[in-house]
């Protein structure tokens, strides 16, 4: 979930001040106007690699994979501490392998991974030395986050890190509305918690400098122990439920980050999207941007993350699963509005991809074989190309190349084609057999070949 725009900035700023737990009223403090001193070109050079890439691969794994439910179901079913122990005393994911998980995402066409080093539940995939809650402790005992670094390293496969915020399981970080430990009959994002509702009771020896500590010494051991990261993505805040940029000092987390790999990118889920420096891409999540992002009136960079299904964590009983076409489609749309694409997979507690994954990424590894020169480097088309009717466009312009994505392939092969005149040769991307486009019509096969989604690839004349 993103932070969500204040619904109520004083209440939220009693709550995010204090942690969650306050009702005395303190002014929270304004973020500052802007943190590092980076220019436009250099912003630009450093993000280059990722707005090229386009398409990422999320991988959420964790004790949640072993209940395959759902990765928050430690607090939405509000499963006591000492039951959930028993996932961490069974974790022993025997079939995982880097250089399996690896592969599988570059065949698929995949340019960067983000594995949850640490989700909300607090169990930490790498071999930490604040925390006894981590992988080497449990059956498993082998350090993941090294295992898969080290491949994502040799394969030439850019590598980052989700980190989330919350903490289920640290003794100092406070209970509010989505924490499991919130007081009975408090539904999961209730109200916005307070006194009356037995907060201060629960919170009390709670310290939340000691657990933004622990988060600022957990980000050191990770970006300083495993090499070169290329991205973090810290996940969320939410103002309006009391934690926000104050609650984890985000601006120390942020410079701490990028002091320690100042070419590291960072989502935008720390409270600071309105400080310049604040956050580098915006973070569009589960559904489709209607137009390119705009962010203090510029076009920004952006990402979608999205699942196969309907849960991040393995969910071995969920079955809305996206078909190929629709998630070639989703990619394709999401690039031609000019953002990324992450893919998520929850591997099982066997720590292998199930057959669903692996079906899906077999699927988008057939296009993106053939197709891929449509995402890579690719953009939103210019202005003054209008699409023919049932098609998306996408945009090389160190190529001048168009393409054209056929979403309502015509019965009688042809398309109205406003920008025939400029085409100077154009064929089907996929086999490059030649495609006639002139007089206005793009004349394609009369039966739609066998592509998940078929694209005519154009040299346009600037
Ligand atoms: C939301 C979900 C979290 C998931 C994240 C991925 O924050 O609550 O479980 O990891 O989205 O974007």
Redesign the pocket.
Same mark, same amino acid.
């Given at each position: 979930?993103k932070s969500i725009p204040i619904c109520s900035f004083v209440v939220a700023a009693v709550m995010c001040a204090a942690g969650g737990q306050s009702s005395q009223r303190v002014e929270r403090p304004a973020p500052p106007a802007r943190i590092g001193a980076e220019t436009r070109e250099q912003f630009a050079e450093r993000m280059r690699w990722f707005v090229d890439a386009r398409f990422g691969m999320f991988i &959420?794994f964790g004790l949640y994979s072993l209940p395959a439910w759902h =990765? #928050?179901i430690k607090t939405r079913r509000v499963v006591p501490e000492e039951a959930y122990q028993r996932y961490f005393d069974n974790f022993n994911p025997d079939l995982f392998d880097a250089r399996e998980w690896v592969r599988k995402a570059k065949s698929a066409g995949m340019r960067y991974i983000v594995l !949850?080093a640490k &989700? &909300?539940e607090g169990f930490c995939l790498w071999d930490t030395k604040f925390t006894d809650y981590k992988i080497t402790n449990t059956p498993f005992g082998r350090d993941l986050v090294r295992e898969l670094v080290d491949v994502c390293h040799q394969e030439g496969m850019r590598i980052g890190f989700?980190y989330s915020l919350l903490d289920w399981h640290h003794p100092d970080f406070t209970v509010d509305s989505i924490h499991p430990l919130r007081p009975k009959g408090e539904v999961c994002w209730g109200g916005v918690g307070s006194n009356d509702k037995g907060y201060e009771e629960i919170n009390s020896g709670r310290d939340m400098r000691r657990y933004v500590q622990y988060m600022k010494d957990q980000i050191a051991e990770l970006l300083t122990n495993y090499g070169r990261i290329d991205l973090l993505w810290y996940?969320?805040s939410y103002p309006d439920r009391g934690k926000c940029w104050t609650s984890w000092d985000s601006v120390g987390l942020l410079e701490l980050t990028r002091k320690l790999q100042p070419w590291i990118i960072v989502n935008d889920r720390l409270d600071l999207s309105d400080v310049e420096g604040g956050w580098d891409f915006v !973070?569009v =999540?589960q559904k489709k941007a209607d137009s390119w992002p705009i962010r203090n009136g510029r076009r920004a960079v952006w990402e979608t993350?999205q699942t196969f299904s309907g849960s #991040?964590g393995y969910a071995r009983d969920e079955n809305s699963w996206k078909s190929p076409e629709d998630l070639v489609e989703l990619l394709f749309e999401t690039v031609s509005k000019g953002g990324n694409l992450i893919l998520n997979v929850g591997p099982t507690g066997r720590g292998d991809f199930d057959w669903r994954a692996n079906d899906r990424l077999e699927a988008m590894s057939r296009w993106m074989r053939f197709n891929g020169r449509s995402i890579y480097g690719c953009t939103r088309a210019p202005e003054d190309i209008k699409p023919p009717d049932g098609t998306m466009l996408t945009w090389n312009d160190s190529s001048s190349r168009l393409y054209v994505a056929i979403v309502k392939y015509p019965d009688d092969g042809e398309l109205e084609c406003q920008f025939s005149d400029r085409v100077l040769y154009a064929q089907l991307l996929h086999d490059a057999s030649e495609v006639k486009v002139d007089n206005g019509k793009m004349i394609l096969p009369k039966d739609k070949p066998k592509q998940s989604l078929v694209v005519v690839e154009a040299s346009i004349r600037r």
């Amino acid at each position: 979930m993103k932070s969500i725009p204040i619904c109520s900035f004083v209440v939220a700023a009693v709550m995010c001040a204090a942690g969650g737990q306050s009702s005395q009223r303190v002014e929270r403090p304004a973020p500052p106007a802007r943190i590092g001193a980076e220019t436009r070109e250099q912003f630009a050079e450093r993000m280059r690699w990722f707005v090229d890439a386009r398409f990422g691969m999320f991988i &959420h794994f964790g004790l949640y994979s072993l209940p395959a439910w759902h =990765e #928050w179901i430690k607090t939405r079913r509000v499963v006591p501490e000492e039951a959930y122990q028993r996932y961490f005393d069974n974790f022993n994911p025997d079939l995982f392998d880097a250089r399996e998980w690896v592969r599988k995402a570059k065949s698929a066409g995949m340019r960067y991974i983000v594995l !949850t080093a640490k &989700h &909300h539940e607090g169990f930490c995939l790498w071999d930490t030395k604040f925390t006894d809650y981590k992988i080497t402790n449990t059956p498993f005992g082998r350090d993941l986050v090294r295992e898969l670094v080290d491949v994502c390293h040799q394969e030439g496969m850019r590598i980052g890190f989700y980190y989330s915020l919350l903490d289920w399981h640290h003794p100092d970080f406070t209970v509010d509305s989505i924490h499991p430990l919130r007081p009975k009959g408090e539904v999961c994002w209730g109200g916005v918690g307070s006194n009356d509702k037995g907060y201060e009771e629960i919170n009390s020896g709670r310290d939340m400098r000691r657990y933004v500590q622990y988060m600022k010494d957990q980000i050191a051991e990770l970006l300083t122990n495993y090499g070169r990261i290329d991205l973090l993505w810290y996940d969320f805040s939410y103002p309006d439920r009391g934690k926000c940029w104050t609650s984890w000092d985000s601006v120390g987390l942020l410079e701490l980050t990028r002091k320690l790999q100042p070419w590291i990118i960072v989502n935008d889920r720390l409270d600071l999207s309105d400080v310049e420096g604040g956050w580098d891409f915006v !973070t569009v =999540e589960q559904k489709k941007a209607d137009s390119w992002p705009i962010r203090n009136g510029r076009r920004a960079v952006w990402e979608t993350c999205q699942t196969f299904s309907g849960s #991040w964590g393995y969910a071995r009983d969920e079955n809305s699963w996206k078909s190929p076409e629709d998630l070639v489609e989703l990619l394709f749309e999401t690039v031609s509005k000019g953002g990324n694409l992450i893919l998520n997979v929850g591997p099982t507690g066997r720590g292998d991809f199930d057959w669903r994954a692996n079906d899906r990424l077999e699927a988008m590894s057939r296009w993106m074989r053939f197709n891929g020169r449509s995402i890579y480097g690719c953009t939103r088309a210019p202005e003054d190309i209008k699409p023919p009717d049932g098609t998306m466009l996408t945009w090389n312009d160190s190529s001048s190349r168009l393409y054209v994505a056929i979403v309502k392939y015509p019965d009688d092969g042809e398309l109205e084609c406003q920008f025939s005149d400029r085409v100077l040769y154009a064929q089907l991307l996929h086999d490059a057999s030649e495609v006639k486009v002139d007089n206005g019509k793009m004349i394609l096969p009369k039966d739609k070949p066998k592509q998940s989604l078929v694209v005519v690839e154009a040299s346009i004349r600037r």
